[in-house]
């Protein structure tokens, strides 16, 4: 069994991003950083999907066990994709983006290969959860090579500067006892492995009970091309 599923953030980023962009058979699909291709092949249903990534291994895992109908692979970058302009009606990427060292260069090529009117869904390491010190911080930049980290008004100057509006966001593992239990858990992946049938749970349970949460481990956006 493919650890994917036993991945607690993995799992309700994905329901995030299915809720924002409700994929119909209709769209044409870009997944920015698709690894292996385990979620683009299930998350966008039917949907003409491209799966991106730079990782020639990854991407030949993918069309070897996660190929479907319409849907193919691309080895690109975010910073220089091979596609027309205006050609996605879709795009997203799963805590994909803060890995790519040019910031600015990604979210132009995404602004421009979204159709105008199109929908972009991202989900970002953010580390806004109050009381998480920079020490931490460094730590995880270190550790999963992440040169960016987001918050609500850095995620919407960025969006902006490549034509994209900012119409949703949701702050990811952002109450309490849920960042206890994950900061515990991300420092030994095989915790959260095994303790996925009660991390998960607790981790959703607790986060919908916080109304107005001040940030969290993770941040999802949703942005729309301006017409």
């Known amino acids: ?3 994917h599923p036993l991945l607690v953030s993995r799992r309700i980023e994905v ?3 299915k809720r924002m962009l409700k994929f119909t058979p209709d769209d044409v699909v870009c997944d920015i950083g698709c690894g292996d291709g385990y979620w683009t092949s299930r998350i966008t249903r039917s949907a003409r999907t ?4 730079i990782d020639s291994a990854a991407l030949r895992r993918a069309v070897a ?4 109908p319409r849907l193919t692979y691309v080895k690109a970058s975010v910073t220089d994709m091979p596609f027309p302009t205006d050609y996605f009606t879709r795009i997203f990427g799963i805590c994909s983006i ?3 060292p040019d910031n600015t260069a990604a979210f132009s090529e995404m602004g421009r290969c979204l159709r105008p009117g199109g929908l972009l869904a991202l989900t970002l390491d953010s580390l806004t959860f109050p009381g998480t010190t920079q020490a931490r911080r460094e730590e995880h930049h270190r550790k999963y090579f992440t040169p960016h980290l987001y918050d609500v008004p850095y995620a919407a100057e960025c969006l902006q500067s490549a034509g994209l509006t900012l119409v949703e966001h949701q702050f990811i593992i952002c109450s309490p006892s849920a960042h206890r239990a ?4 991300s420092r030994q992946p095989k915790l ?4 996925f049938p009660i991390l998960y749970p607790l981790i959703r349970w607790s986060d919908a009970r916080e109304s107005e949460p001040k940030g969290g481990w993770k941040l999802a956006i ?3 091309k301006k017409v």
């Open 1 to 3: 069994m493919p650890i």
């Open 15 to 17: 329901q995030i991003i």
């Open 50 to 53: 491209v799966g991106v990534d």
């Open 65 to 68: 066990i996660h190929s479907r």
């Open 98 to 100: 803060e890995h790519v």
């Open 182 to 185: 994950y900061n515990l858990v």
């Open 192 to 195: 959260q492995y095994l303790g």
């Open 222 to 224: 949703k942005a729309i």
